[in-house]
């Protein structure tokens, strides 16, 4: 079975310091997509990145960057010099594309960022 | 361009009530989602439509829960006979096919008393 693990419930932090958001994911196929979405407190899932499982490649945009490891099934995500408006809850989510699948996201529980001035 | 579209915002109902949700996606995209959310809990499958089929409804949790997609673009998630713990925001996504990113709406609250 998929699965998609954020062990970070919730996380502080003052402006201004870096913070890593864990992800975790299971399973037994070789092609997949993991994303990162954003919910701010207005709702609305807004996309950050989608990574296919053979790109091992470490992604940077601007503030925000991404480490994918398939050893350990890990796709963690860091904010550098965080904001107030960076707080939200992220998701990290996992797409199987290979035959026999319709790609529907698979999220993990989410991890509350809270940035205090 | 306009992004994906969910009407009403918020439906408050009665329990035993019919609901309609409908969501209007990005255009050209074929792919269209449902997923349910409840608080504090990441989405939830509910339906995926590819055109105007639905190729996979295994998220659906029973048959009071259906939905419709007749001209392959709007898709109306219909509910009957509605219960309490069906309140939950329902969110729908569009994508160009499968794999592709999915853009998602801001989401219908229902709430069921």
């Known amino acids: 079975a998929q699965k998609v693990t954020q062990a970070q419930t919730e996380i502080s932090v003052v402006e201004k310091e870096d913070v890593t958001l864990d992800c975790v994911y299971e399973?037994?196929?070789?092609?997949?997509?993991l994303f990162w979405y954003k919910q701010p407190p207005s709702g609305e899932l807004v996309f950050l990145i989608r990574r296919n499982s053979f790109d091992e490649q470490n992604e940077i945009s601007g503030r925000y960057s991404w480490n994918f490891q398939k050893s350990t099934s890990s796709f963690n995500f860091t904010i550098t010099a965080s904001q107030v408006v960076d707080s939200a809850v992220y998701f990290c989510?996992?797409?199987?594309?290979?035959?026999?699948?319709?790609?529907?996201?698979?999220f993990g529980q989410g991890t509350t960022l809270q940035v205090k001035p | 361009g306009a992004g994906v579209s969910q009407t009403p915002s918020n439906k408050v109902t009665e329990k035993g009530k019919y609901v309609e949700l409908r969501c209007d996606p990005i255009s050209g995209h074929t792919a269209l989602y449902w997923y349910r959310q409840s608080l504090g809990q990441g989405p939830e499958f509910l339906i995926y439509?590819?055109?105007?089929?639905?190729?996979?409804d295994s998220g659906l949790p029973n048959d009071r829960f259906f939905a419709v997609r007749p001209e392959g673009s709007v898709s109306t998630l219909k509910i009957q006979r509605t219960e309490r713990g069906d309140s939950a925001v329902y969110l729908c996504?569009?994508?160009?096919?499968?794999?592709?990113?999915?853009?998602f709406g801001p989401g219908t609250r229902l709430t069921v008393l």
């Open positions: 439509f590819q055109g105007t089929g639905a190729a996979d």
């Open positions: 996504a569009s994508g160009v096919g499968l794999g592709d990113t999915q853009y």
């Open positions: 399973t037994r196929d070789t092609t997949y997509y």
């Open positions: 989510a996992l797409i199987l594309y290979g035959s026999g699948n319709t790609g529907k996201l698979i």
